[in-house]
């Protein structure tokens, strides 16, 4: 029988933000699949990620957030126009690399962060009551497909005493969100994912320069839909 606690839509949220405070995992639906969830502050939550994700410690993870101010209270920076123009085209799979004037254990000590706010109406609203964005890497071992099964995601959470299932029923998968990051050369695709490159172009206005070094590959290609 499954040691792992759930919680349902319409719960009180207190024992989550109790898991989260203590730096316990929360399992979140996502528009695809489920993510780990801990507050992206947490040196204590994201290690223990690293560890159920068996995932190498120091890569950064991604994090979702009710709205550009939440992402702002972080540390996240949109001072750059195009980033800036991007922001408007949430919620939804796109998730922007930007500067972090913090010292944010999610970013791992690489000065940016990879945020969005979500196109999953109920997480976006549990996010505002709950005050904060929060890490949203894909809930599985790493180099592994997310998981949509939320008695998979259980039995994932079991080597993670104390943490909580937000259980959404089995989600839809598909493609994770499209991650985009200013470059030397202007703006860059480091993931492809739903939103494609003549969609940036029209919010843009400018071409993209596509990027897929093996840094990029290698940092962003185990996180979160």
């Not at 207190?14 to 947490?42: C, H, K, Q, W």
């Amino acid at each position: 029988m499954s040691t792992v606690l759930r919680w349902s839509w319409g719960d009180p949220v207190d024992s989550l933000r109790a898991a989260l405070a203590e730096g316990r995992i929360v399992a979140i639906p996502t528009e695809s699949t489920y993510g780990l969830a801990v507050d992206p502050r947490s040196r204590q939550g994201v290690e223990r990620i690293y560890r159920l994700k068996r995932r190498q410690a120091g890569k950064p993870l991604p994090v979702v957030v009710s709205s550009r101010r939440q992402a702002e209270v972080l540390g996240a920076s949109f001072d750059d126009p195009r980033l800036e123009r991007l922001a408007g085209r949430w919620p939804g799979p796109l998730s922007l690399l930007a500067p972090v004037s913090r010292d944010l254990a999610a970013a791992a000590g690489t000065g940016r962060l990879a945020v969005r706010v979500p196109g999953h109406r109920r997480l976006v609203d549990l996010l505002a009551e709950l005050g904060g964005g929060l890490t949203a890497t894909s809930a599985n071992r790493s180099g592994q497909g997310g998981l949509t099964d939320p008695e998979e995601v259980a039995a994932l959470l079991e080597e993670a005493p104390g943490s909580i299932l937000v259980d959404d029923g089995r989600l839809p998968g598909g493609q994770p969100s499209t991650l985009v990051g200013v470059g030397k050369s202007g703006i860059e695709i480091l993931r492809q994912g739903r939103i494609g490159s003549e969609e940036l172009d029209a919010l843009l206005g400018a071409e993209l320069e596509e990027s897929f070094s093996a840094a990029s590959v290698e940092i962003f290609a185990d996180q979160s839909r």
